[in-house]
């Protein structure tokens, strides 16, 4: 099993350019989560899916849409991206949203320069 | 609403010596904790996790936390650091419909 997958690993943008992240899950985790990490900041939460055909916002979601496109994909779009969207971008996924199974397993990140 | 402060930044220890980072947790019921740490350039793994069964929580690598409920506290602890334990160590609390809140952070840098 590879895990959790993300493509790609480094992007450099120009501000106002479009792009989207991709991730996926090979272990049949009903829940995927989008998470941000800035330095001094940990991470936070920027969209969250807890099922397929579902979406949520999470503690920043502006400048962000995502898209559950089937239970294994979870992309993450910036329209027009913006200097501050400068970041490392994270995906991660869990068995489910509750009942003792919380564990999240996590991606390698996508480095994301916007210029 | 659930929040975890790490005290320390950064923590600085001799190969062999005790690690301590530091966490205390806020939280309006009985919480999951957990620590993750992240090597440099890569994503997170779990080193381990509360979830209201043995205050001691032992994990990977020899790392182990205590859950002080009177003191809020959720410090993670190594007996003898080893060079590879280099890295940042995350503290976090799980919210409600499992989102996950971090800690800023503890860089833990080992010196020879």
């Known amino acids: 099993n590879a895990g959790v997958t993300q493509t790609p690993k480094f992007q450099v943008l120009k501000t106002g350019q479009s792009m989207t992240l991709q991730c996926a899950q090979d272990?049949?985790?009903?829940?995927m989560y989008w998470y941000r990490q800035d330095p001094g900041m940990g991470l936070r939460l920027i969209y969250y899916?807890?099922?397929?055909?579902?979406?949520d916002k999470g503690e920043v979601p502006n400048g962000y849409n995502v898209s559950r496109l089937n239970k294994r994909e979870f992309s993450l779009r910036l329209e027009s991206a913006a200097p501050s969207q400068t970041s490392v971008y994270f995906c991660?996924?869990?068995?489910?949203?509750?009942?003792?199974?919380?564990?999240?397993?996590f991606g390698p990140g996508t480095r994301l320069l916007v210029l | 609403a659930q929040s975890v402060t790490q005290l320390d930044s950064h923590v600085s220890v001799s190969e062999g010596t005790p690690v301590l980072l530091r966490c205390n947790y806020s939280s309006s019921y009985s919480p999951s904790l957990f620590w993750y740490v992240q090597h440099p350039n890569k994503g997170l793994q779990l080193l381990l996790k509360y979830t209201s069964a043995a205050t001691l929580v032992k994990g990977i690598n020899g790392f182990e936390a205590e859950f002080k409920k009177s003191e809020t506290s959720f410090h993670l602890t190594k007996p003898s650091a080893h060079m590879s334990d280099a890295a940042e160590y995350f503290c976090?609390?799980?919210?409600?419909?499992?989102?996950?809140?971090f800690g800023a952070g503890t860089r833990l840098a080992v010196h020879p």
């Open positions: 976090v609390v799980r919210g409600g419909y499992n989102k996950l809140i």
């Open positions: 272990m049949n985790h009903n829940s």
């Open positions: 899916s807890a099922s397929e055909g579902t979406t």
């Open positions: 991660a996924s869990s068995a489910d949203l509750a009942g003792g199974k919380e564990t999240q397993y």
